[in-house]
Structures are given as structure tokens and as C-alpha cells.
């Protein structure tokens, strides 16, 4: 393990060895069984088990095997594998502006089919208009003390966001109703991002549903996540953006997206709670 390693890949990879620990105690054997299954020391089981040293894949394959955990595997090395990037620190990524957050994740918007967004707080990135996307970052930049490039970083989010002219990716957002009435911009800048909301509902790969405040849960808002096909979840916190790839924890977000979409308003029922807000008075 690197001497200077983070708080969070060193958290990642204790939790790590803990599982690994588990399944041995669960099959039964002693580290020194494992090692001469594995066909390695007993101190590498030992340095394994006690996060002094990261497994390689063949590693955790050879552990699971030696424990008969085989169907463990998929799910420990995508562990493995996220331990040293999983949880991105927004302030490493932002101490040279926010234009370089955007444009982080460029390769992954191009290369996902099928994106799913939901949101609890903020209208999508996917569909800000600038006005919104430059009130919503100049309040996160002052907010972090971030270098001011906010009009460059808008820019990049709209580049960004040209994925959705592409016919052969698919959308679908969900939206709690508090997202249309949180007010971070100028009314004026908010009546043209619900104006832009109700044209992107147009396109035929976008699907957009509202979660009204009067409809009965099956399950709790959450903290806004994005599943990027059936690979990967970013799920957002106030210091962090998590990138979650085990296929136990891709499965979990990919059931809470679909009961929270199961009590989405859509088309016409949804544009009405747009156009709802749009009219009430101030």
C-alpha cells in the first residue's frame, strides 16, 4: 500500500480485506489454509486480510475459489477496482475550476447507451439552460472558494450536454416536484429553464417524469444518483461524487430508480405541474 494513500482508498481497501476476512472465517479455514490452497505465504494472506496490501483480481479470484465464494467475485474486484477512484473528492477536482469537472466525465457521457438521472434538488445538469447552469455553478463556486471560470465551465456543460442530440442514447429522468420551485436564479431565468424543460420532453429519446408532492411513496427522496447503463452510479454528496461500479450496488440504485419512477407523473400529467408552476404567482 502507498505510504500517503487517501482516507478514502485506505477506508476502501480495509473494508475490503474485512469481506475477504469474512469469507474465509465463513468457509471455515485458518490464513494458513487459504495460503496453501491460494498456493502462496501465509503472510500474504496475512498482509491481504489486514489492508497492508491491495489483491490483485487474480488474487481475490484465487481467495474465493480457495472458499468456495465464487459468486463473490464480480462483486470484490469491482470493489478492488473502485477502491482507488470510486469516491472523487469534488475539491481536488475543482482546485483548478470547475470547467475541468465537466469536462471529466466527457468520455463516459459519450460512451453510455442508456443514462438514467434521478434528482431531488437541482434541475439535471443534462438540462440546464446557461442562465440556469451559471447561477447554479457561480453559487457553487462561492460556496467552495473554487477559481472563478464559471462562464468557461457553463460552456463545457453545454458541450457536454450535446449527447442528447444523439438518437442512439436514452434518457430517462425523474424529478421530485420541489426541483421546479427551488429558486437558485432570477424568476426570469427560471420561467426560461421550465420553458426549455417542457421542449426537451419533445425529443423521442428523452422520457421525463415528475414525482408530485401529493403522490403516495413506495420509497423516501433520495440524494440525487445518475446509473450509466448497467456499469456504474454516481451518487452525489455535499463533498463528494461516489462512482459506484459492484453489480450489487448498480442492482440497488437500479430498483430505487424504478420505484421512484413508478410514481412519476409523464406526458401530459407532467407538463401540467410544469405549467403549474410557471403560471402561480410569485
Known sequence: MPPHASPNVQKAREDL??????????????GRELAVRCGWSESKSSRIENARTAPSDADIKAWCRACAAEHQIPD???????????????????RSGLRRLQESVVDLYRQTRKFRVYVSDVIPGFLQTPGY???LLSSIA????????VSDAV?????????LGNGAQRFSFVLEESVLRYRLCSAETMAAQLGHLLSVMDLQ??????????ERRTVWPMPTFTIFDDTRVHADTLDAASAL??????QLYARAFERLA??????????????RVLTSPE
Not at 205 to 214: D, E, K
Not at 263 to 274: H, N, P, Q
Open 17 to 30: 480485506a474485512g469481506r475477504l476476512r469474512e469469507i474465509r472465517k465463513d468457509a471455515g479455514i485458518t
Open 76 to 94: 470484490l474486484i469491482a470493489a478492488n477496482r473502485q477502491s482507488a477512484d470510486a469516491h472523487v473528492q469534488w475539491r481536488r477536482l475543482q
Open 133 to 135: 447552469a451559471t447561477a
Open 142 to 149: 462561492e460556496f467552495r472558494g473554487t477559481p472563478d471560470d
Open 155 to 163: 460552456a463545457a456543460r453545454m458541450r457536454r450536454n450535446q449527447v
Open 205 to 214: 429519446n428523452v422520457a421525463v417524469g415528475i414525482v408530485p408532492f401529493s
Open 245 to 250: 461500479t459492484q453489480p450489487s450496488q448498480v
Open 262 to 275: 413508478q410514481g412519476a407523473a409523464r406526458g401530459a400529467a407532467a407538463r401540467s405541474l410544469i405549467t
